[in-house]
């Protein structure tokens, strides 16, 4: 009897169509298999590539390998896995080298851990994708087959959409009958048989439309969502110039996702979606008569989004063209049509999906590790699996249940049952259009704030309430640093205000402002722009409200507020919580208060994002591509990176995830000699492991604060120093730019999303303190609480509460999820295997921790 392969060896492919992130997902199944102690190989040109196979190219594969395999070290296991000579063919797509080898006739390609590197910010697939025809009938997946077993290969990872992942477990489930067609052929022996009898899947889905069900979020959505509000923000410039209109086309055949998430990032006067085609019998009536009440009201610019997938409630097409012709013939509007297209597709991966192609943006797992691990506990009996994330966290669903559930969107739609289509989407995406109609539409007379209510407390709070006097006096306030989707979140909670009948107030420049009077009425067109503009057009300082309470309280008498809006940091926190302490000595702050966390240090508790950590990642990123070139231009450069976020670690540590860093240094771990001394030897074992003439740039992130005696240009000297002939470096300080520029999508939907909520919060509330009886209103200390995102849901969070996960002295929470993300940085540099060393054994244990165990099957 023949013995099965001593470990698995697992392909990764890319089909369908590409998706930013899908080189990131290549990297990171690549990496996790090496780890796990796997051969890992590559498909080129998709399903296409597994039907051509390697007919034309096994002699290459006899070649020597580069000269690394006279390097060594302990960890012979892992250097034998470095590379095999084909990374710079699959990265330049040249096909051929200097050197002679080639990947002509080479479709299934064996790589290693240098293999990949470099592909983590670099859009599409290396691995070229391709629609196959010939993969589509059985005659090409025998020969698919067949040429997987010819390689060895008994473990299949696909990266793509619903139609691919399908194709996936169709071949898993007649694969055993291809075993016995090529065995009784005589194609394969019976040991071949024997040994290949079951073939593991799993799916992790790539698509920009987002329309798999049972995920959060696909791989590749949040980079077109991106590239569309890119398109969308230089559009609008033209359009307020000559007061156009513009028709944007996007894509989503199926799902309106990214129709929708442009519409609220972008503050769009109308969309069309296919999963809520418009109400009225006539479509064209309704959208003009929504647009020529914006223009009434003295808009210069209009922008309509239609996803290519639109239809009305008959099911007719909703075409670009048309709705360009309902707003020149009908509003006399001079309108232009842009068709976005494959721009869409293209492009850097933006911060979200190079993490999320890695791992669950807060739960330190990787998607490629739990990928590998689901097909390292694969058995004939388990179903093939879709890697995805839901709540945060990384789940294994049966891939075609997942499948099932995405197609039933589609057939819903198809049987006019929209209501269906729409309950089949997650929460968010409800919430999402819901948010677009409370920020976009005009109403002649205002709704009445009980409307709403239900959204956060029950439904009879009104009960027993005068309606007018439901009507409130809301107040927005600013409060520490700037950061993205301030302004986002401002308008949406003025243009909500306005449409339930309340009063919006600014107070300018925080509670300094409240104090000089610097307070002025919000309008509905007034904030109409502030959706794409950073920092805070309210203006913000870092001053707390104990600088003079009593006065405070007297102002905010004197305005009649009956709540309070506070957008920003861990000073906002703070100052709720004073306010909501000095409740017992002033009555004037009995009213419901809300805080929003807004800082691109992300150092509120208990939530797992706040405003402008993603618009700062994002910063972060591009600046570090643009340092990685000229680290790598002069191949052996080390680049220390200083970033901004306090005392707290997340934007240097999810940085160097999204930017492939090799070390990165943060306030919570901090810095002593004996890490310096082992970044030191790692950096030295790691450049003498290049290729001669041929090392890359590194990355070290550093965090401002981490260590008040080892600065930034105290390690970039001993850096250099120590780094002798092998290495150099240099410092390079992003400041305060990772404050500035345009909110990114995910941080203007986030604010609108977050910024309602927090309108309905405070209706609730003060409802509640009108049912009470006499003058004196006491509001219950819930009233006064912090809006958190905790996994997939949105949770209250009372600021009393809040002060036991926080860990005031260094201005940070005490349980951040993310913590675990430093040791997936060094993971993904195999600094563990590289070191070799005794003393790292507590550090390679807490990595496997994180990671699973490793080893073969």
């Keep these: 009897m023949s013995k099965p392969p001593s470990r698995m060896k697992l392909a990764v492919l890319t089909s369908g169509g590409d998706s930013a992130g899908m080189n990131a997902v290549v990297r990171a199944v690549v990496k996790a298999g090496i780890l796990k102690g796997c051969e890992t190989w590559v498909v080129r040109e998709g399903y296409e590539g597994l039907v051509r196979g390697n007919q034309e190219g096994h002699k290459v594969e006899k070649e020597t390998s580069p000269s690394h395999r006279e390097v060594h070290i302990k960890d012979e296991g892992f250097i034998h896995n470095l590379r095999f000579g084909d990374g710079e063919l699959l990265k330049d797509g040249t096909s051929d080298h200097p050197t002679g080898r080639t990947l002509k006739g080479r479709y299934i390609v064996r790589v290693g851990w240098d293999d990949v590197r470099g592909w983590f910010g670099v859009g599409g697939t290396l ?131 990214l129709a929708l998430l442009a519409g609220v990032s972008s503050g769009a006067d109308f969309i069309f979606i296919p999963e809520r085609p418009p109400e009225a019998d006539s479509w064209e ?148 259009l819901e948010g677009f109609y409370a920020t976009s539409e005009v109403h002649e007379q205002p709704r009445l704030p009980h409307h709403t209510v239900s959204c956060c407390l029950h439904a009879d709070l009104h009960l027993g309430v005068d309606p007018s006097s439901q009507r409130m006096r809301i107040a927005i306030m600013h409060v520490g640093a700037p950061a993205g989707g301030m302004n986002a979140a401002t308008r949406a909670a003025v243009r909500y205000c306005i449409r339930q009948g309340h009063k919006p107030f600014a107070i300018h420049n925080g509670f300094t402002g409240l104090l000089d009077g610097e307070v002025n009425a919000l309008s509905w067109l007034g904030v109409d722009n502030w959706m794409t503009r950073g920092g805070s057009e309210l203006g913000t300082n870092r001053k707390l409200p104990d600088v003079d309470l009593g006065s405070v309280a007297a102002k905010m008498q004197q305005y009649n507020f009956h709540g309070l809006l506070m957008i920003g940091g861990f000073e906002a926190f703070s100052a709720l919580l004073i306010l909501e302490e000095a409740r017992k000595s002033y009555p004037a702050f009995n009213i419901p208060m809300a805080h929003l966390p807004a800082t691109i240090s992300n150092n509120v508790p208990m939530t797992e994002f706040s405003l402008g950590s993603d618009t700062s990642l994002n910063a972060l990123v591009d600046a570090c591509d643009a340092i990685k070139q000229s680290a790598s231009a002069s191949r052996n450069r080390v680049f220390v990176v200083e970033t901004q976020g306090g005392k707290c670690g997340y934007l240097a540590t999810m940085g160097a995830l999204a930017t492939g860093a090799c070390i990165v240094y943060s306030p919570e771990r901090g810095i002593n000699l004996n890490m310096l001394r082992d970044d030191v030897k790692y950096l030295k074992k790691r450049y003498s492991l290049d290729i001669k003439g041929k090392a890359e740039g590194r990355l070290v992130l550093r965090s401002e604060v981490s260590s008040n005696v080892y600065t930034t240009k105290m390690i970039t000297d001993m850096y250099k120093e120590e780094g002798g002939k092998l290495f150099d470096s240099r410092s390079a300080s992003l400041g305060h730019t990772l404050q500035g520029g345009i909110p990114s999508p995910l941080d203007r939907s986030r604010a609108v999303r977050l910024a309602l909520k927090c309108m309905t919060f405070m209706e609730g509330h003060h409802i509640e303190l009108l049912k009470q009886s006499g003058t004196s209103k006491r509001a219950p200390p819930e009233s006064a609480a912090v809006i958190t995102i905790q996994g997939s849901s949105v949770q209250w969070v009372p600021v009393r509460e809040m002060v036991n996960h926080a860990d005031m002295e260094n201005r940070r929470g005490t349980d951040e999820p993310w913590r675990g993300v430093a040791e997936l940085v060094e993971a993904l540099v195999a600094r563990p295997q590289i070191l070799g060393d005794k003393e790292k054994e507590k550090e390679a244990a807490a990595i496997a921790n994180v990671l699973g165990p490793l080893g073969g099957k």
């Excluded at 067609?181 to 799993?202: C, F, M, S, W």
């Excluded at 959060?216 to 077109?224: C, K, L, Q, S, V």
């Excluded at 890695?358 to 797992?365: F, I």
Aim: aromatic share 4%.
């Design 285 to 432: 009536d309704e959208m003009c008569k929504m647009i020529q009440r914006h223009r009434e009201m003295g808009k210069r610019k209009t922008i309509v989004i239609v996803a290519e997938g639109a239809q009305d409630k008959h099911l007719n097409p909703i075409r670009a063209e048309t709705v360009k012709d309902v707003l020149t013939d009908r509003l006399g509007l001079d309108t232009r049509v842009t068709t976005l297209g494959h721009v869409q597709r293209g492009g850097r991966p933006c911060a979200y999906d190079r993490i999320m192609a890695s791992t669950a943006p807060d739960c330190p797992t990787l998607q490629g590790v739990e990928a590998v691990n689901a097909l390292l506990e694969s058995t004939p009996e388990t179903p093939s699996y879709m890697i995805g994330i839901s709540g945060g966290e990384i789940t294994r669903v049966p891939l075609m249940e997942a499948v099932a559930m995405t197609r039933s969107v589609s057939e819903a739609i198809a049987a006019k049952d929209f209501d269906k289509a729409m309950s089949l989407r997650d929460p968010e995406f409800r919430e999402a």
């Design 127 to 257: 691995c070229g994708t391709a629609r196959s025809a010939a993969f589509r009938t059985p005659e090409g997946r025998l020969q698919a087959a067949h040429n997987l077993i010819k390689e060895g290969i008994d473990a299949l990872v696909v990266c793509g959409g619903d139609g691919s992942l399908t194709g996936a477990d169709v071949f898993r489930a007649e694969w055993p009958t291809y075993v016995n067609t090529l065995r009784e052929k005589g194609d394969i022996t019976p040991a071949q048989a024997e040994n290949y009898a079951h073939l593991k899947i799993v799916g992790l889905v790539g698509s920009i439309d987002n329309d798999m069900s049972m995920t959060d979020m696909t791989i590749g959505g949040p980079t077109a969502l991106h590239r569309i509000c890119e398109a969308i923000d230089n559009i609008e410039t033209t359009a307020f110039s000559h007061s156009r209109a513009f028709v944007v086309e996007v894509m989503g055949r199926h799902c309106g996702w």
